[in-house]
């Protein structure tokens, strides 16, 4: 196996002049300042890539691991082209070529960080986590929230963001390598018909209301759904249906225009009261908070 050359971290631009402008929203952080470690972050964050978005670079100066959570497109590392779509995650840095183009119809939603340093090599190296690997997560849940973390944790800007950065960084590539999965795990007649459920829900979510609305969708009944989701996922159907409800409520909340109760009713809730309920159980917050904290981040 030859060895992972690291980059010199301490010579790199900004890693702000790298991020994409091909994006619908973002939540980003970076580092400016250089960082003695020999595990250093440099950046990290969530994209909403807009119809047109395409990457072509012929090389990257420090390392970069990206995680699809939805759409789909396609990634070619070194040559060899691959999928893209929720739960595949690659690898990319010093050396290798990498083209990211999204579907325009199906525009992707992705995370990414980069990090650089001899440690950061060796990290890879020691745990086989190569650039140009493209691969796939089952259960990507637990993945997604560790991202949601990240990002969280790296806007901060705190004296303890990077040590916490780093951390995370180095749970998120082991979390990845233990539950990547070679291609004949996604090939079998139960995962197919997971995914054809999972995308039911994603494609009807507003209005499937029920476990029992699913199963009836997809013609197929409440406990098999469950066990598929088991198998599969980290969130049982119901629970995958809500959070995607909650989300898309969020969305209409960031607007400011929209009540809080014509927001339920949007979202198939008849009862705001129930709506709240539940909004808060996904985000913690009630939803009037949460826009109200949303639109505090933004004047600052």
């Not at 890539?49 to 012929?58: E, S, T």
Request: net charge positive.
């Amino acid at each position: 196996m030859n060895p992972i050359v690291p980059s010199n971290s301490h010579t790199l631009p900004n890693p702000s002049s790298f991020l994409s402008r091909q994006v619908e929203s973002s939540r980003v952080f970076f580092f400016d300042e250089p960082d003695p470690s020999g595990f250093e972050v440099k950046c990290g964050g969530f994209e909403r890539c807009r119809p047109d978005y395409r990457i072509d670079r012929p090389d990257f100066p420090w390392f970069v691991i990206e995680f699809v959570h939805g759409g789909r497109g396609k990634v070619t590392l070194n040559g060899v082209e691959a999928t893209l779509k929720s739960g595949v995650f690659f690898v990319y840095g010093p050396g290798v070529e990498h083209h990211i183009a999204t579907d325009p119809d199906k525009p992707l939603l992705k995370y990414f960080t980069g990090f650089s340093g001899p440690e950061a090599a060796e990290f890879l190296q020691r745990f086989d986590i190569l650039p140009g690997t493209v691969s796939h997560c089952l259960k990507s849940e637990p993945i997604r929230r560790a991202f949601d973390t990240l990002v969280e944790r790296g806007s901060r800007n705190s004296k303890y963001s990077r040590p916490l950065c780093t951390a995370i960084v180095q749970q998120l590539l082991l979390m990845c390598r233990e539950d990547a999965v070679d291609a004949g795990s996604t090939e079998t007649r139960a995962f197919a018909t997971f995914s054809r459920v999972k995308q039911c829900i994603e494609q009807n979510y507003l209005k499937l209301g029920t476990l029992e609305g699913v199963a009836t969708a997809c013609e197929l009944d409440a406990p098999y759904l469950c066990r598929l989701f088991a198998r599969f996922h980290d969130e049982s159907p119901y629970q995958f249906l809500t959070r995607l409800r909650m989300q898309h409520a969020a969305s209409l909340l960031l607007e400011g225009t929209v009540s809080v109760k014509d927001v339920a009713r949007a979202c198939g809730f008849p009862d705001p009261f129930h709506f709240s309920r539940v909004f808060k159980s996904v985000h913690r917050v009630p939803p009037s908070r949460f826009r109200e904290a949303m639109h505090a981040k933004k004047t600052r």
